[in-house]
């Protein structure tokens, strides 16, 4: 029986990160990356699985989540996606990782993308949960259509004084709202919605989140290191690596589109597409067996 609450510690040049780490350490690691505004429980399906079929399961929390903290007490409290891309990156160095396989979705999605996209050569595999999600924080904003932009509720939110209190103030009611919302025919017990929950009292967490929302949305300055990074990943660089995407069948952020063109221009590598019946937004949560799947045809 695997104990998947045991917590281990790294430092990378930013970070503090607390992390599970799971097999044996001398076999080829896989790396899952949680998003916003969930935690490492979300892999709690995939782990065991991955270490029965021979893997080193890592699974950090992101920098304002769980037991990840900031080194500096003064360090500014920012998380723009070139930062969470680079967190994994330092994440693998710390621990003398030079090739893994990568699995997320939402923010861990996108930070997976970023290091595939600037190190190719550490991501043998790549199991993208959503598609391709490298954001253009340079340029102006083209709007969504209403529909779209009704989804995204909480951005607009965060991006205001209200949303910054509410969500200190009322973090695990919009949490918990979130959850349900955008993965609508799952039913989320009190007992899982409770595993997850310490991990948002992070002290930095609030901070870390409406920063990430605020500069996406070009409503905050981020670090002077990332502008060149910020300025490469606004052209939309292709993803060389061999990826699976996997889109959730039943995300109550929009069902995806059966014309894999998108993904097919975005991947260069795309190994396969497929739309994961039963599956919300966090799709490693309903759907454990179809990452594993598709981590172990990559790997």
Known sequence: MIDLTSIHYIKTPILNIGYGDYGDRAAFPVILLHG???????????????????????VPYLRGYGHTSFLDPNAPRMAEQA???????????A???NQMGLAGFDWGLRAACITSILHPEMVKGFVAMGGYSVQNTIDDEVPASASREARMWYQWYFNTEQGRVGLQN?????IRHLWETWAPTWTYTDEAFDKSAPSFDNPDFVDIVIHSYRHRHKNAPGEDRFLDVEKSLAKSPQITVPTIVLRAGD?????????????????????????????????????????????????
């Open 36 to 58: 916003f505004p969930y935690d490492v429980r979300s892999f709690d399906g995939v782990v065991p699985p991955l270490v029965e079929a021979g893997y080193r399961v890592l």
């Open 83 to 93: 930062a969470i891309g680079q967190d994994v990156i330092d994440f693998a160095e």
């Open 95 to 97: 621990l003398g990782i």
């Open 170 to 174: 009322n973090r695990r009611d919009i």
């Open 251 to 299: 995300s109550g952020l929009g069902a995806p589109s059966e014309n894999p063109s998108e993904d097919q221009g975005n991947f260069t590598n795309l190994v396969a597409r497929r739309i994961v019946s039963g599956a919300g937004h966090d799709l490693s949560t309903q759907r454990p067996d179809a990452v594993v799947d598709a981590l172990l045809e990559l790997l």
